[in-house]
């Protein structure tokens, strides 16, 4: 069974530039979260997508922003880069979103990918 | 403000040696509770979780973890440690209605010496 899937895995950008990353959930998870890890602030939630449409949205500014397709794959955008948006971008997926109509028993748990770090220089 | 704390930033111990890492949350209400596993060079991997049920729950390569309700508290262990268990260690929360929305703790770095 294929993990989640991001690319690309490195990119360097400048100052000013957007950027699009690309995430592809494991076969039957239908929810996407997006999470930067910096050194400095650690595991920060950046949003949810579920059946196309973003369900929670984190602390960050509007220049972050995403998408789901109905294939369940998920695109972050960050436009006009700064420096402090360097970091590992993660993607995580899990087959729903709702807690309550969660199997409780099941793993209905996130699972993360390799992460596509991005440098703003 | 909603948080989780790691007591933590860093650790070292030789193999054989305990390992506790302490994880404290500030949600008042229900919580579904993780700790997960950065080894070096690898992606977050679970470690174990706690929905409900007996406070003590077993997960993956011997860790356990302890949920003391009364003190806000997730805090993971290991009897034995090895060199392989060189890691960083995040203590996870989600309290709302979100499987996808977890509040992290700052992680604990372990380093294990041979």
């Known amino acids: 069974k294929a993990g989640v899937t991001q690319t690309p895995r490195y990119l360097i950008k400048t100052r000013g530039q957007q950027v699009t990353l690309s995430c592809s959930p494991i076969?039957?998870?239908?929810?996407v979260s997006w999470y930067q890890q910096t050194p400095g602030q650690g595991l920060q939630f950046l949003f949810e997508?579920?059946?196309?449409?973003?369900?929670n949205k984190g602390n960050f500014p509007g220049r972050f922003s995403g998408r789901q397709f109905s294939n369940s794959r998920s695109e972050m955008n960050v436009s006009t880069l700064e420096l402090g948006d360097s970091a590992l971008y993660l993607c995580?997926?899990?087959?729903?979103?709702?807690?309550?109509?969660?199997?409780?028993?099941?793993?209905?748990?996130?699972?993360f990918g390799a992460g596509s770090r991005l440098t703003v220089l | 403000a909603q948080s989780v704390s790691q007591h933590n930033h860093h650790v070292i111990l030789s193999e054989a040696a305990s390992l506790e890492l302490g994880c404290n949350y500030s949600?008042?209400?229900?919580?579904?509770l993780f700790w997960y596993v950065q080894y070096p060079g690898q992606h977050l991997q679970l470690l174990l979780k706690?929905?409900?049920?007996?406070?003590l729950v077993k997960g993956i390569k011997g860790f356990e973890a302890e949920f003391i309700k009364s003190k806000f508290s997730f805090n993971l262990r290991k009897p034995s440690v090895q060199w392989s268990d060189t890691a960083e260690y995040f203590c996870?929360?989600?309290?709302?209605?979100?499987?996808?929305?977890?509040?992290f703790g700052a992680g604990t770095q372990v380093v294990v010496t041979p």
């Open positions: 997508y579920f059946s196309e449409t973003q369900r």
């Open positions: 996870a929360v989600n309290a709302g209605d979100s499987w996808g929305k977890l509040q």
């Open positions: 076969s039957g998870h239908r929810s």
């Open positions: 706690y929905f409900s049920g007996d406070p």
């Open positions: 949600y008042g209400g229900t919580v579904n």
């Open positions: 995580a997926s899990s087959r729903k979103t709702q807690v309550s109509s969660g199997s409780v028993a099941g793993a209905n748990v996130l699972t």
